[in-house]
């Protein structure tokens, strides 16, 4: 396994019944950031005031050594560099103070159950009273005529009080860790104080910051260095940032806000600097190591194919084809992201695939994410290959079809997830396609491709990847665009409603249905992982739905039916005998049938806006006006907010965008998406121009 570097570690396939027990092991590496350098490998209990039962306290924050806790990024920054007088405060305003202790004293308070400790503290024209309740060892630690600092929220002005605030003597606020700077507040557990483990952070970077080693150099003349390849706009941010020593520094004790942003900023590109040099790596060794099969084609099956299609490709689909064409044509395994919107056409573009690997002789495989699109996929194909003399088989958990043929004949096999259990894949395999790649893990598109010798791999996706996920996800494939839609597309129209419309919106759709249209009604409530509750459940919204629908035929789809019933509606449906489906978000992956052009999504404030526009998809796919009707149970302000994306733009880039602003990566990309690297610093919502700088340093900067 040469290329198979230590970003993704597999599982055995446990058993052929199943197949989705294959349960990978390890998927990534992390690239959270770890510090290298001397004694920071240490526990924690070598630094003064750390015993075994602070030790353990603080291994609940997930720290053992005193790397970890330089590590241990602050939740937030007060900024307490500024001192008032006391003239100047004002009631409610929280801010730091200096002064001269002129008077001080234990009082009982409330018949003795309780007491306050009282200092007056001076700053030569006024007088501020700081009061702690219930500390009389307070007391001891101050003495009349000492200076101190203070800082806390003024709690009345007559005369101008703070209540508990927080204090430093100036004798030792040479070092002012919590006061008269911008201090750092940190994540706590129960036992820790806040202001103890300031002060560990503060004697721990004393006595360690000195040691931690830089990793990637000067970044700023190493970029300086390259010619000829422009630097992205990002690449100002390398003069201002730190090097990783001080960037810990001012993480913890930053000299103003804005450093420690910048810091944030240096340790966030760091990580993003090791994914992307990683993934470079893999991609070459991938290069160096892996031979593949050239597949040369020479048209013999595609031109009849294109000729009775009864369409033309699109200038798009052209333009693909012809970087895929190119990259079978090598010997180097192909690693292609097809990404384009729903209903842009990528079936057409992998069955073009498929035929050029199939005229050079070798199998192809096409994995979809569920039955009910697998088994479309396998009609679609069989229509438009079994002319050509092609054969195409079908492979899932509950239904096998196979052909007729030598076993060493090229063909098209079809299928799910059961696609990966040991002997599923043809013989002879040359080519992967993954439809709706982000259904699946990286260990599940990579388990495929480890079957054969090293076969070219298609992944496709209708989830539009905004560049910073797509550079840091898919950063070791080179990715083809769809952007463009087929000619003759009706045009969709979107509009988000409340539970008390819904009356008129069934009128609506019944006004549809009698027009000869079709429909799709979802429920997010009906899961795939169907409980006995949740049949229940759906048994009921099928009543509902059929009623109101009555006479039309209403179906229910689910991922819990066998799945000859699931086919049998499929074909129900795509045949017009059925005029409304009742679905769960299976209908979201792929289904294709152009009559229905009615979508109403109920409950729709539960999805996340990329998934609700992969839902519309199925709609507005022939030359009919279409309608999405988006139902929100609980209109919140923010769903409000969210579903308006949906009514204003049918741009799937831009709803990607979106959704990973509002709803962050985990969302965008689903659960399914193990491929997502954890970070420390780096925030894949917010840090596009990090990550584009990494991405050029890597592939300029810093050779690996
Ligand atoms: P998706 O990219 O979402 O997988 P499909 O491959 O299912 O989209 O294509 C959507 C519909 O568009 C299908 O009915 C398909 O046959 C049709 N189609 C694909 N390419 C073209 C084209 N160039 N011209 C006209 N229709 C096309
Ligand atoms: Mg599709």
Not at 57 to 84: M, N, Q
Not at 91 to 106: F, S, Y
Not at 409 to 434: F, K, M, Q, W, Y
Not at 468 to 482: A, I, K, N, P, Q
Request: aromatic share 6%; glycine share 8%; net charge neutral.
């Amino acid at each position: 396994m040469p290329y198979f570097v230590p970003l993704v570690a597999f599982g055995r396939i446990e058993s052929a019944e199943t197949p989705l027990a294959f349960t990978p092991r390890l998927v990534l590496t992390t690239h959270m950031l770890k510090l290298a350098g001397p004694g920071l490998d240490e526990p924690l209990t070598t630094l003064t005031g750390v015993g075994e039962a602070r030790a353990a306290l603080l291994e609940r924050l997930g720290l053992r050594t005193v790397g970890d806790l330089l590590l241990h990024a602050p939740r937030r920054y007060e900024d307490r560099t500024h001192k008032k007088a006391i003239h100047d405060l004002v009631l409610q305003e929280t801010t730091a103070v200096q002064g001269v202790i002129q008077a001080m004293g234990v009082k009982s308070w409330r018949q003795g159950t309780g007491n306050l400790f009282e200092i007056i503290l001076s700053d030569g024209q006024d007088r501020l009273h700081c009061r702690w309740w219930n500390q009389p060892y307070l007391e001891k630690q101050f003495a009349v005529s000492q200076s101190l600092l203070v800082y806390g929220r003024i709690s009345s002005v007559r005369p101008r009080t703070m209540d508990n605030p927080e204090f430093e003597p100036l004798e030792e606020a040479e070092a002012q860790i919590h006061l008269g700077r911008v201090v750092p507040v940190y994540p706590l557990t129960e036992g820790i104080r806040q202001r103890w483990l300031r002060s560990l952070i503060w004697h721990a970077l004393a006595d360690h910051a000195g040691s931690i080693e830089s990793s990637w150099g000067d970044l700023r003349r190493q970029a300086e260095a390259v010619t000829g390849k422009p630097m992205p706009v990002s690449g100002a941010l390398l003069a201002v940032l730190p090097d990783r020593r001080e960037a810990i520094r001012q993480l913890h004790f930053p000299a103003t806000l804005a450093a420690a942003t910048t810091a944030r900023q240096r340790l966030a590109l760091e990580e993003l600097l090791d994914l992307q040099v990683e993934l470079r790596r893999r991609r070459q060794r991938l290069v160096a190591g892996a031979p593949g099969r050239a597949c040369p084609s020479d048209n013999r099956l595609i031109k009849p194919f294109l000729a009775r299609l009864g369409f033309k490709p699109t200038a798009a689909q052209v333009r693909v084809l012809r970087e895929i064409r190119a990259d079978l044509s090598h010997a180097v395994p192909m690693r292609r992201l097809l990404q384009g919107d729903v209903g842009a056409g990528k079936t057409l573009v992998a069955a073009c695939a498929a035929l050029m690997t199939i005229e050079a002789g070798v199998s192809v495989v096409i994995m979809a994410p569920t039955e009910i699109l697998a088994e479309q996929h396998f009609r679609t194909f069989e229509r438009w290959f079994q002319p050509l003399g092609v054969p195409v088989e079908l492979r899932t958990a509950s239904r096998r079809v196979e052909a007729d043929v030598p076993a060493q004949e090229p063909r098209l096999r079809v299928g799910t997830h059961a696609l990966l259990s040991a002997g599923a894949a043809p013989d002879n395999l040359g080519l992967v396609v993954i439809d709706e790649q982000h259904k699946f893990g990286v260990a599940q598109r990579e388990a495929l491709v480890r079957q054969g010798v090293y076969p070219h791999l298609l992944v496709m996706t209708a989830t539009p990847i905004p560049r910073t996920l797509g550079l840091t996800v898919y950063g070791d494939l080179d990715v083809s665009v769809l952007d463009e839609l087929p000619p003759g597309r009706g045009v969709i129209r979107t509009f988000v409603r409340g539970p008390e419309k819904l009356p008129q919106v069934w009128q609506f759709i019944r006004e549809k249905l009698q027009a000869g249209r079709q429909a799709y009604v979802v429920y997010p409530r009906l899961e795939e992982s169907d409980t006995a509750a949740s049949i229940k459940a759906a048994a009921e919204e099928l009543g509902v739905v059929s009623q109101a629908m009555a006479p039309f035929q209403v179906r229910l789809l689910h991922g819990r039916l066998p799945a000859e019933e699931k086919e049998r509606i499929m074909r129900e449906f795509a045949a017009n005998q059925v005029q409304v489906l009742v679905a769960t978000s299976v209908v979201e992956v792929g289904l294709d049938v152009p009559n229905a052009c009615v979508l109403l999504v109920d409950g729709a404030e539960r999805f996340g806006l990329a998934q609700l526009h992969q839902l519309r998809g199925r709609i507005g796919r022939g030359g009919h006006s279409s309608w999405c009707v988006l139902l929100a149970r609980q209109m919140t302000v923010e769903a409000r907010h969210r579903l308006r994306v949906l009514e204003e733009t049918a741009d799937g880039f831009r709803i990607a965008e979106e959704d990973l602003r509002l709803r962050g990566p985990g969302e965008l990309l689903g659960q399914a998406q193990s491929g997502l690297p954890p970070f420390r610093f780096a925030e894949l919502k917010t840090d596009h121009d990090l990550v584009v700088l990494a991405a050029w340093l890597a592939t300029h900067a810093l050779q690996p």
